[in-house]
Nanobody, 127 residues
Framework: QVQLVESGGGLAQAGGSLRLSCAASGRRFSNYPVAWFRQAPGKEREFVAAINWSGSLTSYSDSVKGRFTVSRDNAKNTVYLQMNSLKPEDTAVYYC????????????????????WGQGTQVTVSS
């Protein structure tokens, strides 16, 4: 069983930065791919970024590519999302999720591939 806790959300101005953290319990976490999704009010949950178990492979949505960076520190059982050049349209609740596929080759980008989810952290970007 893996439990995920996000932190680091808050209020930022457009053009600013925030770093989200996803801290996990469970030794297996370091062997799973992890993704960040977000959900704005009235919208469906959308993929933001993902990273494979070793950190050697990442994937980003077109809307955040070049602005956001996903990374992980397996020694700390933590995945990060560095968000730069924030825009008001980045406002959403951000969730991290882990897929229980041991050392998967790829990084899934759809929510149905992820079993473990955090409670979410609010990110609000003002213009």
């Amino acid at each position: 069983q893996v439990q995920l806790v996000e932190s680091g959300g808050g209020l930022a101005q457009a053009g600013g930065s925030l770093r989200l953290s996803c801290a996990a319990s469970g030794r297996r976490f370091s062997n799973y791919p992890v993704a960040w999704f977000r959900q704005a009010p009235g919208k469906e949950r959308e993929f933001v970024a993902a990273i494979n178990w070793s950190g050697s492979l990442t994937s980003y949505s077109d809307s955040v590519k070049g602005r956001f960076t996903v990374s992980r520190d397996n020694a700390k059982n933590t995945v990060y999302l560095q968000m730069n050049s924030l825009k008001p349209e980045d406002t959403a609740v951000y969730y991290c999720a882990a897929s229980p596929v041991w050392r998967a080759v790829g990084v899934p980008t759809t929510p149905d591939k992820y079993t473990y989810w955090g409670q979410g952290t609010q990110v609000t970007v003002s213009s």
